[in-house]
C-alpha cells in the first residue's frame, strides 16, 4: 500500500526558533498534500492543502507567515514553523492520497515541543 | 452544529464483545465515508472505505453507511486488546484528480476504544 513518512518523529526546540518538518511519499506521487494539527484527545484540524508548484491553500484562522508550507517537489511537502512559541506544541500530521486508493493516508506525525 | 459529530467515549469493553461505533453528520454532500484507527502519539491509519449507503465487511470490521439518517457505524467483533485506540470517522464529497486528491476529509472526534482482556 500507499507510504507516507514523516520526518521528525519528534522534535524539541527553544522559542524563537524555526522547525521544518518533511512529508514524502514514497511510492506514489502527490500533487496534494494535507497538513493537520492534533491537539492531545482532540480530532485533527486541517490546517493547510500544499499543492505541488503552487502556493499552500490554509484553513481559516491558520497564520500563512507562520506555518510556511513548501511542495517543491511531486514527493515532498514540507511544514516549517516559524519562530516558534510554546502554544505551537502539538502533533504535525501530513497526509495524501495514492491515485486509485480510496482512501488518505496518513504519515506518522510529528510531536513539536516548544520550550 | 458540527459537520460531523462522534461521541468522544470513553468506551471501556471486555475481550470478544462486539463493538459499535457511531457518526452523524450534517453535509448531504458528503458521499466517501472512511474509518481511521489511530494508536496513541501515531498517525491515523485507514481500516474501512465506503462509498455512498450500504455495508462493507474486512475481516472482524463491518462498516454501515445510511445516509437517508446522515449516519455511519463501524462495527467490530470478537475484540481483541489490541484494538485499543482512538477510532476516527472522516468523510469528504469527492475523491477524485489525478496525481493525487484535493479534497478535504472532514473527521470526527473521534472515540476512544479500550478492549480490556
Known amino acids: 500500500g500507499a507510504v507516507v513518512s514523516q520526518h521528525p518523529s519528534r522534535v524539541i526546540c527553544k522559542s524563537g526558533t524555526s522547525v521544518k518538518i518533511e512529508c514524502r511519499s514514497l511510492d506514489f506521487q502527490a500533487t496534494t498534500m494535507f497538513w493537520y494539527r492534533q491537539f492531545p484527545k482532540k480530532s485533527l484540524m486541517l490546517m493547510a492543502t500544499s499543492n505541488e508548484g503552487s502556493k499552500a491553500t490554509y484553513e481559516q484562522g491558520v497564520e500563512k507567515d507562520k506555518f510556511l508550507i513548501n511542495h517543491a517537489s511531486l514527493t515532498l511537502s514540507t511544514l516549517t514553523v516559524t519562530s516558534a512559541h510554546p502554544e505551537d506544541s502539538s502533533f504535525y500530521i501530513c497526509?495524501?492520497?495514492?491515485?486509485?486508493?480510496?482512501?488518505?493516508?496518513f504519515g506518522s506525525g510529528t510531536r513539536l515541543t516548544v520550550v | 452544529q458540527k459537520e460531523v459529530e462522534q461521541d468522544p467515549g470513553p468506551l471501556s469493553v471486555p475481550e470478544g464483545a462486539i463493538v459499535s461505533l457511531n457518526c452523524t453528520y450534517s453535509n448531504s454532500a458528503f458521499q466517501y465515508f472512511m474509518w481511521y484507527r489511530q494508536y496513541s502519539r501515531k498517525g491515523p491509519e485507514l481500516l474501512m472505505y465506503t462509498y455512498s449507503s450500504g455495508n462493507k465487511e474486512d475481516g472482524r470490521f463491518t462498516a454501515q453507511v445510511d445516509k437517508s439518517s446522515k449516519y455511519i457505524s463501524l462495527f467490530i467483533r470478537d475484540s481483541q486488546p489490541s484494538d485499543s485506540a482512538t477510532y476516527l470517522c472522516a468523510m469528504s464529497d469527492g475523491i477524485g484528480g489525478s496525481g493525487g486528491s484535493n479534497y478535504k476529509l472532514t473527521f470526527g472526534k473521534g472515540t476512544l476504544l479500550t478492549v480490556n482482556p
Open positions: 497526509s495524501a492520497r495514492k491515485q486509485g486508493d480510496y482512501g488518505y493516508t
